[in-house]
């Protein structure tokens, strides 16, 4: 099974570098963020219980984010791997995954790191602010605020992987296209 992280901050093209890595390698893709909107949009309690958090930028708590991503695991049994987008965003998420993976004996390939500066970052969410929708991308203080809170809570999480010898850095600055072949080249025996 493969198994990807894609990690990076707010804006780093996670979402986008996804749909390519699951055309290309057939993997099923989980993005925590995602699956909390389509709960905000079907008024789900999840969905209510999120979104005081993703409008501030805040996370959502651990508890809550783990047992949801495991149960989307479980969706999947027939799954060739997974795409893990924007989870695990704390030490606490990493732990459970890698115990929910090494449970299903499929642990965690790698982790694909994108690599964007900060102002760059802001630059691509404030112009997807105009079409996206998404109230976390429309307030800069709210935007700067989820690059804290990656930077505070979330970039830890690359120490957790690197020390397992499975993180790789990819730059993530080009088009689409080139970003897309920098991250299949970094994919371990593929
Ligand atoms: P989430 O939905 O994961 O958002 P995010 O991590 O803040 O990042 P984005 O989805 O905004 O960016 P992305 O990296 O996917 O980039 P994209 O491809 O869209 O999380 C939202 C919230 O949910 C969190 O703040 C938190 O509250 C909650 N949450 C989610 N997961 C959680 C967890 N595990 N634990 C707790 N809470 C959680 O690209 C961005 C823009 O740039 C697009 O407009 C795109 O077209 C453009 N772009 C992409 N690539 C390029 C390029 N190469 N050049 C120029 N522009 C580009
Ligand atoms: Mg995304």
Redesign the pocket.
């Known amino acids: 099974m493969l198994n990807i992280i894609l990690f990076?901050p707010?804006?780093?093209?996670?979402?986008?570098q996804s749909a390519y890595l699951v055309e290309r390698h057939g993997l099923v893709h989980l993005?925590?963020?995602?699956i909390?909107r389509s709960n905000i949009k079907d008024g789900t309690e999840l969905g209510q219980l999120?979104q005081s958090?993703?409008n501030q930028?805040?996370?959502?708590p651990d508890g809550v984010?783990i047992r949801m991503l495991e149960s989307e695991v479980d969706k999947h049994p027939e799954a060739k791997g997974f795409i893990f987008?924007?989870?695990?965003?704390t030490t606490a998420?990493a732990e459970a995954l890698d115990e929910l993976l090494n449970d299903r004996k499929a642990p965690v390939s790698c982790m694909l790191a994108l690599e964007v500066a900060e102002e760059e970052l802001k630059l691509?969410?404030l112009?997807?602010a105009k079409t996206s929708g998404r109230p976390?991308d429309a307030d800069p203080a709210v935007i700067q605020k989820?690059i804290d809170v990656y930077n505070a809570e979330t970039a830890p999480v690359a120490s957790h992987y690197a020390d397992q010898g499975k993180f790789t850095g990819v730059d993530?600055i080009?088009?689409?296209e080139e970003?897309a072949e920098r991250l299949s080249a970094a994919i371990p025996n593929d």
């Open positions: 990076g707010p804006g780093a093209g996670k979402g986008t993005s925590t963020g995602d909390f999120a958090y993703m930028g805040q996370l959502v984010t987008d924007g989870f695990p965003r998420q691509r969410l112009t997807r976390d989820r993530g080009g088009t689409i970003i």
